[in-house]
C-alpha cells in the first residue's frame, strides 16, 4: 500500500481519492485533476476549464450558476434526475449563460423543457407581429409561468426540435 498526500491506493484493489466540497477546490487546477466533491457526493474531474463529472462531462451542480450553465435542460435532469422546475442557468449560443424557466417535471415528456415564449390572451402575439420574425425579446425577467407575455432569447437562439404547449390557465 502506498499513502500520497489526501490519497490512498491500496493493496485490497481501492484508490481513495483527495475529497473535499467546492470550496476546498485547488485554486489553479490543472487538466485532468481528479477529486471527490462532498458537496455532491460524486467524483469530478478537472477538464476544458470546468469541473465535471468524469461519466458525463456534465457540470456538477449543472445550471445552478453562469459558471455550471448547461446548453439544455435536458443536461440538467441527467445530472440531476430530481431537478424540479425553475429557473436555471442555460448557455445558449450567441448569448451565453442566460437565466431561463426550466419545465423539469417527468410528467411532461420526462421533463427538461426550457420556456421560450408565453402568451396571454392579449394581442402582442397575433400573427403579424415582428417577435416571430425577428431577434427582439419581451419582459425578459419574467422567468415564471405567471400570466404575461414574454419572449426569450431561447426563442430566438435555441435549436429545438420539439415543442411543448402548456396553458395552465385551462385546468386539468
Known amino acids: 500500500m502506498a499513502d500520497f498526500k489526501n490519497t490512498t491506493v491500496s493493496d485490497d484493489n481501492f484508490i481513495q481519492l483527495p475529497a473535499g466540497n467546492n470550496n476546498q477546490r485547488p485554486s489553479s487546477p490543472q487538466e485532468g485533476?481528479?477529486?471527490?466533491n462532498t458537496d455532491f457526493g460524486k467524483p469530478e474531474i478537472y477538464k476544458e476549464g470546468k469541473w465535471v463529472d468524469p461519466?458525463?462531462?456534465i457540470p456538477l451542480g449543472a445550471g445552478k450558476s453562469a459558471d455550471t450553465a448547461?446548453?439544455?435542460a435536458t443536461?440538467?435532469?441527467i445530472d440531476d434526475p430530481s431537478a424540479t422546475d425553475g429557473v436555471y442557468w442555460i448557455d445558449l449560443p450567441n448569448v451565453g449563460p442566460t437565466q431561463i424557466y426550466c419545465i423539469m417535471d417527468d410528467a411532461y415528456d420526462g421533463g427538461g423543457w426550457m420556456m421560450a415564449l408565453k402568451a396571454t390572451r392579449g394581442e402582442t402575439f397575433r400573427y403579424t407581429a415582428s417577435y416571430w420574425t425577428s431577434t427582439n425579446t419581451l419582459n425578459t425577467n419574467s422567468t415564471s409561468q405567471s400570466d404575461a407575455d414574454a419572449?426569450?432569447?431561447t426563442f430566438n437562439y435555441f435549436e429545438g426540435k420539439d415543442l411543448l404547449a402548456r396553458w395552465p390557465d385551462i385546468g386539468s
Open 151 to 153: 419572449k426569450f432569447q
Open 70 to 72: 448547461v446548453g439544455s
Open 55 to 57: 461519466k458525463t462531462g
Open 75 to 77: 443536461l440538467i435532469k
Open 33 to 36: 485533476m481528479l477529486r471527490f
